[in-house]
Each structure stands twice: as C-alpha cells, then as structure tokens.
C-alpha cells in the first residue's frame, strides 16, 4: 500500500530534552512538508523540502529542525529551544509540479 | 486578517440534509484551492481539488469557486453521519514552492 507514515502515534517530552518524529512516504513524492495543528488556529507550515538535501522554513520554523537524505524520509526534530511544544503534528507530501498534498496520520506530542 | 478565514462551527444538520461549508479568502493570487476531511486525532483527507473558478461534482460532493467574491464552498448532499468530521478549506498561488495555506476548519455533526 502506497501511503505516508508517522511514529509515534504519540510522543512525550520531558523539559529540556530534543525529540523526533518520524514521516516516510513510499509514494514517490519529491515534496515533503511538516505541520504544526493546534486547536482553533488551523495548520501551520514548519518546515518544507521540494528536493533531496534542501529544505526551507515555514511560517513557524523557530525551535525546530529537518533533514531531508532521503526521498522517503522527512523527520521533524523538536528542540528544546521550542517552548510550547504541545500539539498534533502532521508530516505531508505532494508530487512535483503539482499543489494536492497528501497527509500522514499525525503525531501527538505532549510535555512531560 | 488571515489570507483564508472560515467560521469554526459546530454546524449540527440531520441526516439527509445538504449541508453547505464556506470559506472566504483575501489574497487574489491564490489559484488552487483544496477541500480537506480530517476526522479526530487523524490525519488531513483530500475530498475535492479545484483550480480557479468554477463547480466540480464528486458524487455527493460539491465544490465551487467564486473568485470574484473570494469565495469557497463545498456542498454535501444527503448528509450521513460518517460526513461528522472537521472540514478544512485551502488555497493555493503557482509557485516554485506548494505552500497551502489554510483555514482553521470547521466543525460538522450530521445527527440520525
């Protein structure tokens, strides 16, 4: 089955510490993004890669990190420096040269 | 002002009913817009892709862009309960990048 994957479904951090989050594709998407969704304000864009080896920052990038090394693989480190951590996030893909974004499952992130 | 405003809800309907979910947007750039169904705690579903002005039918699914009002509906017909469920309108500019921008969601229960 072709489809976007998130681990975990739910993650815990404790004060201080980094935590990452896992999004692979296999539905051979060159663009992969992260969302931060919090209740009222709708989704808001991290982090962007269109290419292997680059990405760019969303509207919210401050206290986040990624990498991209991988077609398949767009993990979402959230540092200390990320203050209010708490939220559900959502890794996505698209096809080049075309705007339909595709949605993992998400990944809950709660503070310890 | 937020580029794509949509009313938060909860919109209650019962089953069978048509129920009609709007959007509004102010960047007159934007050119593809997106009809998204996200049940609790999942992850973002792509129900309708529109590009420009215009109606386009996905059996009980209707979508319609108003460019000239900036307006964005999306219409059910004969409403189920499975329709109950967060409803995410978003847009889009061509560019290099596909940054969607989004509104907040709104809230449906369709009731037996």
């Known amino acids: 089955d072709g489809g976007i994957t998130q681990s975990p479904k739910y993650l815990f951090r404790k004060e201080g510490q980094n935590v990452t989050l896992s999004c692979e594709q296999n539905?051979?998407?060159?663009?992969m993004y992260w969302y931060r969704q919090d209740p009222g304000q709708g989704l808001r864009l991290i982090y962007y890669?269109?290419?292997?080896?680059?990405?760019q920052k969303g509207d919210i990038a401050e206290g986040y990190s990624v990498s991209r090394e991988k077609k398949e693989s767009f993990p979402l480190t959230v540092t200390s420096a990320q203050k209010n951590p708490t939220a559900f996030y959502l890794c996505?893909?698209?096809?080049?040269?075309?705007?339909?974004?595709?949605f993992g499952p998400g990944t809950r992130l709660l503070v310890l | 002002q937020k580029e794509v405003e949509q009313d938060p809800g909860p919109l209650s309907v019962p089953e069978g009913a048509i129920v009609s979910l709007n959007c509004t947007y102010s960047n007159s750039a934007f050119q593809y817009f997106m009809w998204y169904r996200q049940y609790s705690r999942k992850g973002p579903e792509l129900l309708m892709y529109?590009?420009?002005?215009g109606n386009k039918e996905d059996g009980r699914f209707t979508a319609q862009v108003d460019k000239s009002s900036k307006y964005i509906s999306l219409f059910i017909r004969d409403s189920q309960p499975s329709d109950s469920a967060t409803y995410l309108c978003?847009?889009?500019?061509?560019?290099?990048?596909?940054?969607?921008?989004f509104g907040t969601g709104t809230r449906l229960q369709v009731t037996l």
């Open positions: 539905l051979n998407h060159d663009a």
């Open positions: 996505a893909s698209s096809p080049r040269q075309r705007e339909t974004q595709y």
């Open positions: 978003a847009a889009h500019y061509t560019g290099t990048a596909s940054k969607l921008t």
């Open positions: 529109t590009y420009s002005s």
């Open positions: 890669s269109q290419i292997v080896n680059d990405f």
